[in-house]
């Protein structure tokens, strides 16, 4: 009986040396092809990424790892793979959610890209760029009225965070509340006033109101921090003709 329990005892302590040793294994394996994708070796990087999962296939960090290398490398659908396999064993990695929102974005999959980045804010409410992000996606789809609550939650954790005013300033334009945009446009261009977007976006919205020669100074000063802003361009050509200056509007149009 004695000699059972020996045995038993003795297969036990096996079984828990080799699992310590497969854990070892899979974590070097892992740190060693995330020195390679560091390096931007991403096809090396993904083998040891992939001996890595072989010693330890719940190992969720190494799948994050294995898809951010397929997506170095343009394999967007195996990177794809790979993230949903870390999500599927831990659904609040949230590296995971931001992997496949940034690969459905770069596949202008806009829609899944929005779902995971959705994820992704769920498990991380506290960082600004989560918030951007999914604002951002929403944008994308015309979804303006959705978008603006995104950009504010952002402001709550940085007040002064230009591209949340400027995103909530785009959604509220598009909403048609003209005024609360001005008002987000007038903080960030309090913030940086080299902002050539928002000198733009406010004399659009001037010329919607019809204040023509405030919007041709709107423009005017995005023009100054950028002659070749295009946008700009364009949009003081027509304000030109709003105004009866046909020679100084021609004189744009010959340029663009």
């Known amino acids: 009986m004695r000699s059972i329990i020996k045995s038993v005892v003795c297969l036990l302590i096996l079984a828990a040396i080799s699992s310590a040793l497969a854990e070892d294994a899979t974590i070097t394996y892992d740190r060693l092809g995330l020195k390679l994708y560091s390096s931007k070796n991403y096809t090396e990087s993904l083998n040891y990424f992939n001996q890595s999962l072989e010693q330890n296939s719940s190992n969720v960090d190494a799948w994050v790892h294995r898809g951010d290398a397929f997506k170095a490398l343009k394999r967007y659908n195996e990177s794809i793979d790979s993230y949903y396999q870390a999500a599927n064993l831990d659904g609040r990695k949230v590296a995971a959610w931001l992997g496949?929102?940034?690969?459905?974005?770069?596949?202008?999959?806009?829609?899944?890209?929005?779902?995971?980045?959705?994820?992704?804010?769920?498990?991380?409410?506290?960082?600004?760029?989560?918030?951007?992000?999914?604002?951002?996606?929403?944008?994308?789809?015309?979804?303006?009225?959705?978008?603006?609550?995104?950009?504010?939650?952002?402001?709550?954790?940085?007040?002064?965070?230009?591209?949340?005013?400027?995103?909530?300033?785009?959604?509220?334009?598009?909403?048609?509340?003209?005024?609360?945009?001005?008002?987000?446009?007038?903080?960030?261009?309090?913030l940086d006033p080299k902002h050539k977007s928002a000198y733009n976006l406010k004399g659009q919205i001037q010329e919607s109101q019809g204040k023509y020669v405030e919007a041709l100074a709107s423009y005017n000063k995005a023009l100054e921090l950028d002659p070749k802003y295009s946008i700009a361009l364009n949009n003081k050509m027509h304000i030109l003709l709003a105004l009866k200056k046909e020679k100084d509007a021609m004189d744009i149009f010959l340029k663009i």
């Open 100 to 190: 496949l929102a940034d690969v459905y974005t770069t596949k202008k999959d806009y829609v899944n890209a929005t779902m995971a980045a959705a994820k992704a804010t769920q498990y991380d409410n506290k960082t600004k760029s989560n918030w951007l992000r999914e604002g951002s996606l929403l944008q994308k789809q015309g979804l303006f009225k959705e978008a603006t609550p995104k950009f504010d939650e952002a402001l709550k954790l940085d007040a002064k965070c230009k591209d949340a005013l400027y995103g909530k300033a785009l959604s509220l334009v598009a909403a048609g509340s003209t005024r609360e945009a001005a008002s987000a446009l007038d903080q960030l261009l309090a």
